[in-house]
Structures are given as C-alpha cells and as structure tokens.
C-alpha cells in the first residue's frame, strides 16, 4: 500500500515535470515576499524562531511516551482490575506533577 | 499459480483500487465542498463545466498537471519535491488499514488492503507521519512564509495529536483491543461507542480538525494572515498533492470516526425490527457516516472563524489534554469499580458531565457569558455633547 502511495505521488510528480512548460526567469524564481526582493539567505541561514516551537516539541515527546505507556495498559485493563487502576493512577498523578510545573512555569503561554 | 502470488494480486489490486478510488473522491469532495459552501452562502458554486459542474474536477486536475512547475532558486530540491509524496504517501497508505466490511464481503475477498491487530495504533502512527511531508515541505520552500506555516503546523499537529491519542484510551479499556474488527464487533454486541465515550468522541473530532488542518484550525494555511504557509512556494502537481493529502486525511479521519464511535460498517440494530439484514449491508452504512462527517467538516468550514495562533495552542494544551486524561481516568474508574447497568449509567453520565464542562470552560462561551449585552435600540445614538467643543 505503501508503495502504491508513494508510486502514485512520483508517477504525479514525473508526469507534470514532462508535460509542463519550463520557461523560468529570474523573477519566476525569486521567492515570494510581496514582490519585494527576499530579505537574508534561504533555507537554514540563520533565521531564529521562538524557543516556544522547541518547548512544544520537548513536552509532545515526554506525553506522546506517556500515551505509549497506557495503550498495553488500556488493552490489558480488564483482565488486571482493579490493581491496574492503582498503578496507572500513580503514574497519572506523577505526570500531573510535571504538568503542574509547565503550567505555573509558563510554558504553555503564548505571548 | 501458487496461492500466494494470487493473494499478492488481489492485494495489490485492492491498493490501486483504494488508491484511485481516494483520489476520485478527493476531486469531488472538492466540488462537493464548493458547492456546500456556495449554498451556505446563498451563491450556486462551479455549475458551467459539464452538468452540474461534475467535469470541474477534470477540467482542475488536468490544468494542475500541465502547469509549469517552479521551484525557487533558494529550495532545497530534493526534499522539496519529496515533501508532498510523503503528504501523499501517508495519506493514501493510513486508508488502507480501515475494514469496509465484514470478512469476505468484497466479492469474496476481505474489504481492506492490510489488517493490522494493533490498527489503530499503525494508523495513528502512518497519520502522524503526513507532519513531516508538510514541515519539509516549509522547510524546502527556502522562503519566510514556508518555513512559519510549516513550523506552526508541526507544532499544532503534534499537540492535538496528544489529545486524539489520550482521547481513544477509554475506548481501548472497554474494548480490549486495538484491531478495527473488535472494536466493530464489540459495538455490534453492546451498542454504539459514542454512548460509552461521547467526551471521547468530541475530544476525537476536534482533534482531528487540528490534525488535518481544516478550520477553525487551519493556521497552516492562513491564508489573510501568511499568505499560503507552507504552501506558499508550491505549484502545478506538488500543490495539487498537498491539497490532495489534507481531503484524503479528512476522509480518513471521518472513516475512523465512524469505525470508532459510530458502528464502522454496520448500520443501527434497531432498524433489523423494519427490515431483516438492513444493518448488515456492505459498505453502504459506512459510505452514509463517512459522507455525514465530510458534510460536518465543510458545514464547519463555512460557520467558524479561525483561531488565534496562542488560543490554539492554549486550547490543545489546556483543555482537550487534561479534560482528554480526566475522561481516561474516569472510565478506568468506572471500568474498575462498577458492572452491568451501573457502569454503562455512569459512562453515559461521564460522557454527558464532559462535554458539558468542555463547552462550558471553552473560551467561546467565556466570552459569550462576560460580554455585557447591548440591544441596538438600547445605543444612544445621539451624542452626549455636541461635537465642536463648548
């Protein structure tokens, strides 16, 4: 399926390249910056962006892990009651703590 | 022949088939989208090529494929070009894992390409990939407007899919298993899901506004406010890809809203009372539930203004996060404290509670209940000095 997925986006792309026009000018390549000549170099020159992108993608990481962590658990919850229950709820409540932080931290405000 | 080589055959048949089959409704979700819209609007939408505008999605592809193909000189090339066949490719492959019907029912051959037993995970997995098509995408576009849309979107698709992942847990503990089949056949027996887990599903589709960039969470694309964001530098094909992979994941997203919550390919059991075997028509109950939440999408689209980016991120991390921990919490409670009645009265009770404090502590209506009322007639037009000093 995969496969299919992807032969059928390159077919797209291939197909396009070969029938299109390619009649490029300078201006035609410029990129857009409202007709403007662009300001600074392109890709990975330099440009800085809020830490808060950064802070986001830490916090995904560590609650994507936890989400990890209860998927065998959820599968296996009705065979393991109530002493599953206990556990995951300790685990919750030590995430919370966590969460409690970020929270009082200021991480999650977007000035 | 050996069995295998036929099985392979049949296999990739079914790909091509779904592949084509998502592409073709892809180019007429996007008439029928216009058209809704236009309706919505008291405007008739495209109705010149062919009848009924029917050709319009043709006349569309054709033109995207003869377009002249521009990468701008600052683009990394490679990854640029690769960008939207990876949107595409994992668009089209997350489709394949969701069952159509029973075992059999395709003409004797299983409607679906693959069957995983943890298929929701893979899907979750394969739906989280389409973020890397679009942030390199952005990143590859070598210009400003890319490189924030694409930003904005990576970080918006990773924080709901928090929530979409916690939301579906509930569900997960009832059922027992993430295959499709047990989750449909579970509803079969006990009833639809979304009378278990309705703050589930609500927390569940909202996400999957956010995870396929539609409004009122379409910040990607802003287009008043960053031109096209990571579509900016994009034409002709690679556009049409990008476009392409948002519908193919709304139709995925409505697909797996129906398998989860709404019976997937079975239809109502009360209706077997009317006329025997009603409920166990192939394909045409899921058809009907995935075309009810694409019309949800587009009715949202022409209703809901767009977010301001912090709002959105507030809202991910601050509501549908803990309300989405709280209703996993809960169910586990109730899973392991109740049976029978109580327990199905206490999940319909939870579900009810969650959805009343969702939208009670969403800002909308914060705002709606602060802001001071003012009638029109109540507004002195007339000033209360004279202009012109004194």
């Avoid at chain 1, 170099?41 to 609650?63: E, K, S, W």
């Avoid at chain 2, 887990?197 to 379409?218: C, G, K, M, Y």
Wanted: aromatic residues 12%.
């Amino acid at each position: 399926m995969l496969l299919i997925a992807l032969g059928i986006g390159v077919l797209a792309v291939v197909v396009s390249a070969i029938l299109g026009p390619k009649k490029a000018s300078r201006a035609k390549l410029m990129a857009y910056e409202s007709g403007n000549d662009p300001e600074g170099g392109g890709v990975g020159t330099g440009q800085r962006f809020p830490v808060h992108f950064y802070l986001v993608a830490m916090l995904f990481i560590v609650f994507d892990i936890e989400t990890a962590f209860f998927y065998p658990l959820a599968v296996a919850y009705q065979k393991l009651i109530p002493f599953a229950f206990f556990e995951a709820l300790t685990f919750v409540l030590l995430l919370l703590v966590g969460y409690y932080y970020i929270l009082r931290k200021g991480v999650l405000e977007w000035a | 022949m050996p069995d295998w080589i036929i099985q392979l055959l049949i296999t990739l048949l079914k790909g091509v088939g779904v592949a084509l089959g998502l592409l073709t409704t892809f180019a007429y979700m996007t008439l029928i989208e216009r058209r809704l819209l236009a309706r919505m609007q008291i405007r008739l939408g495209p109705n010149r090529v062919g009848p009924m505008g029917l050709l319009q999605p043709l006349a569309d592809a054709i033109k995207s494929i003869f377009k002249e193909d521009l990468t701008v000189t600052l683009a990394d090339k490679l990854v640029y070009t690769l960008a939207p066949i990876i949107a595409i490719g994992c668009a089209l492959t997350a489709f394949g894992g969701l069952p159509a019907g029973p075992a059999g029912s395709l003409f004797g051959a299983d409607p679906w390409v693959y069957n995983l037993d943890a298929g929701l995970l893979a899907l979750l997995a394969i739906t989280s990939m389409g973020v890397y098509g679009i942030f390199l995408g952005g990143w590859a576009s070598g210009s400003k407007y890319p490189i924030l849309g694409g930003l904005r979107s990576s970080a918006q698709m990773i924080s709901y899919e928090l929530g979409m992942g916690l939301s579906v847990l509930g569900l997960l503990m009832l059922v027992g298993s993430t295959s499709f089949h047990a989750i449909t056949n579970w509803q079969a027996n006990s009833g639809w899901m979304i009378m278990f887990q309705l703050t589930a599903f609500v927390l569940f589709l909202i996400s999957s506004f956010a995870e396929t960039n539609r409004t009122p969470f379409d910040l990607p694309e802003a287009e008043q406010e960053i031109v096209a964001g990571y579509l900016t530098e994009y034409s002709a094909i690679k556009w049409a890809l990008f476009q392409m992979a948002e519908y193919v994941n709304m139709i995925t997203a409505s697909t797996v809203m129906a398998t989860l919550f709404f019976g997937g390919y079975r239809g109502p059991a009360f209706l077997e009372g009317l006329i025997p075997g009603i409920a166990s028509w192939p394909f045409i109950w899921l058809f009907a539930k995935i075309a009810a939440f694409l019309f949800l999408f587009i009715w949202v689209r022409a209703t809901l203004p767009r977010l301001r980016y912090d709002q959105l991120m507030r809202f991910g991390w601050k509501l549908l996060l803990p309300v989405a921990l709280a209703n996993t919490v809960l169910t586990a409670a109730i899973i392991a404290f109740s049976t029978g009645r109580v327990r199905v009265l206490l999940l319909v009770l939870l579900g009810v509670t969650g959805v009343a404090l969702l939208i009670a502590f969403s800002d909308r209506m914060r705002v709606l209940w602060t802001a001071p009322t003012v009638r029109r007639e109540d507004v002195n037009l007339t000033p209360a000095r004279p202009a012109g000093g004194d």
